[in-house]
């Protein structure tokens, strides 16, 4: 009897690249996974990710289910195989023994000689429905223990259209996360992607192609290395091993492949990887201009800024975004202190009132966003907002970076209080009413919330208490697992709209109490 199945597997040891650099890590057999494969080898690190089940010894379920187009967020699974809770034998992970051993899921046919593909295996009986991804976790027999992404999002991969041309480093390996998406056929500077690179190397090292190089097409292609901007290598395959590379550039680095379809020379696809060679060495050191604090420090003329970041015992620190066209430009190396606590850098010819997207790269390898920021772009999440709810939020730079990133704006329009003589009730006559916005309203927004104070002060309350409003993981949370302490959370709109709320609430002599979480913070905040 034939049997066809897939294999979700923990790998359990690291091989070359240092662990604070993952995320979840991923791979699969075959690379590329479509709706037609029959046979799936998924591999996601217990190493790595946020690791929950790495010290975990019982048994390992799997939770599976996919994302299609008729998915409205990434949370929306369709089709899920496994209830939650439930601890089917079905859905048991096995151990391979000795010290190299897999956590492993299998799922077979259905004993019948069914040859299964993902479409079959779901049994999806809407032939026009587009199966994007497909969406897993893993945890223990309490569903307490959950191995998910570092940043605690749920892992995916996605399924590729064979009909287009693709090509990508499949080492160093790829994150898990709901972004890392090749559902059109893109060209390097049109999509994002994760990828992890060594923090050790330096300059005149040589990257050999056994430990840290690979590139796969989807299709039988004539493929092309560059190493900063010069040809090392050529080669017809569905794969190349990158040759020895000598890195001989202080500053910018960038490995690039591009792979042509021998059947169709308008085919084509690439990939590249970019990095920076001793940046330590080539920081200044200065003091701390005056009256400046950790963040975004707006300077007169509202061209201008000044960021500072608290990072000591790091050894470099790059500030990059929208003014940087996304590159990571040596001219943007941060100063560093004397003490070594902090790294600044003044960013000028900005476009007063016009918002920017930035992050951080910190020695070589690590990219976050502003702690400090009043607000985040967030690649998973803020493409669920409804335009009513945030009008004109400025849109993620999908392509040019990945994860959560910091805006600033110069010149941004600064809220006018109209109820300034607001007299706050006495403690021992508060009358609280405790209100979570997501549940307490069809439309989870601030200016629905400002339509119904009428109906609350009816009540004969005086004070409305907020379920935390500051940057949380996700959409549809109760706040406690905030990430941005600084920043106004999207999903309920502006924060200008949120002190309208508060304006309006005392000019009917109702108090606002935010619920501040100041002892949570969760994996996508950079203090992680």
């Known amino acids: 009897m034939k049997h066809t199945y897939f294999i979700i597997a923990f790998l359990l040891h690291a091989v070359f690249i240092n662990n604070a650099l993952f995320s979840q890590v991923v791979k699969t057999s075959p690379y590329y996974l479509t709706t037609q494969n ?8 217990n ?23 008729k998915s409205v967020s990434p949370t929306d699974w369709r089709y899920v195989k496994s209830n939650w809770g439930v601890n089917s034998e079905q859905y048991v992970c096995t151990r391979e023994t000795g010290n190299n051993g897999f956590i492993k899921f299998t799922i077979s046919d259905d004993s019948k000689g069914t040859l299964y593909n993902v479409r079959t295996y779901f049994n999806i009986t809407d032939p026009n429905e587009k199966i994007l991804k497909i969406a897993f976790v893993f945890r223990d027999s309490s569903g307490s223990i959950i191995q998910r992404n570092r940043d605690n999002t749920d892992m995916y991969m996605p399924i590729y259209d ?53 590139a796969i097409s989807n ?6 290395v560059e190493y900063n901007g010069q040809i090392i290598s050529n080669a017809t395959n569905y794969f190349t091993n990158m040759p020895p590379i000598v890195l001989n550039a202080i500053g910018r680095n960038k ?21 920076y060679l001793n940046l330590s060495q080539n920081a200044a050191t200065l003091p701390l201009p005056q009256g400046m604090q950790e963040g975004v420090n707006y300077e007169p003329g509202d061209t201008s800024v000044i960021l500072v970041q608290y990072a000591p015992n790091k050894g470099s ?12 430009d040596i001219k943007y190396l941060m100063n560093k202190t004397p003490d070594g606590i ?6 000028t010819g900005l476009i007063p009132k016009k918002e920017y997207i930035y992050q951080f790269l910190i020695d070589s390898n690590l990219v976050v966003a502003d702690l400090w920021c009043e607000k985040v772009s967030d690649p ?9 709810t945030y009008p004109n939020l400025i849109q993620y730079p999908f392509g040019k970076t990945n994860g959560i990133a910091s805006v600033f704006q110069t010149g941004k329009f600064k809220y006018a209080f109209q109820n300034t003589n607001f007299i706050k009730p006495e403690r021992h006559k508060l009358v609280v009413y405790e209100l979570l916005i997501r549940d307490f309203l069809q439309k989870s927004n601030y200016q629905t919330l400002i339509d119904t104070l009428n109906y609350l002060k009816n009540l004969g309350i005086n004070a409305i208490e907020l379920l935390p409003v500051t940057e949380f993981e996700g959409n549809l949370s109760w706040g406690y697992n905030v990430a941005y302490h600084f920043a106004v959370d999207k999903y309920y709109g502006p924060e200008d709209q949120l002190k309208r709320f508060i304006d309006v609430c005392h000019s009917k002599g109702i108090a606002v109490i935010l619920d501040a979480v100041l002892n949570h913070v969760f994996g996508s905040s950079p203090i992680c």
């Open 380 to 388: 998973w999440n803020d493409q669920w907002i409804p335009a009513e």
């Open 38 to 45: 029959t046979f799936y080898d998924v591999f996601a690190s």
């Open 162 to 214: 064979d009909n287009f041309q693709y090509v990508e480093f499949a080492s160093p390996l790829k994150s898990a996360s709901f972004q890392y998406d090749y559902i059109n056929p893109k060209l390097e500077s049109q999509y994002s992607k994760t990828l992890y690179f060594p923090s050790d190397v330096k300059f005149g090292d040589t990257l050999s192609n056994g430990n840290i190089f690979k």
């Open 47 to 69: 190493n790595y990710g946020n690791q929950a089940l790495i010290n975990y010894h019982g048994k390992v379920y799997i939770h599976i289910g996919l994302i299609t187009d």
């Open 342 to 347: 902090y790294y600044w850098k003044r960013i």
């Open 317 to 328: 620190m790059l500030v990059f975004g929208d003014f940087s066209n996304w590159q990571y």
């Open 219 to 224: 299709h039988l292609s004539h493929i092309t």
């Open 255 to 275: 490995i690039k492949v591009t792979a042509i379809d021998v059947n169709n020379s308008n085919s084509i696809a690439s990939d590249s990887i970019e990095f």
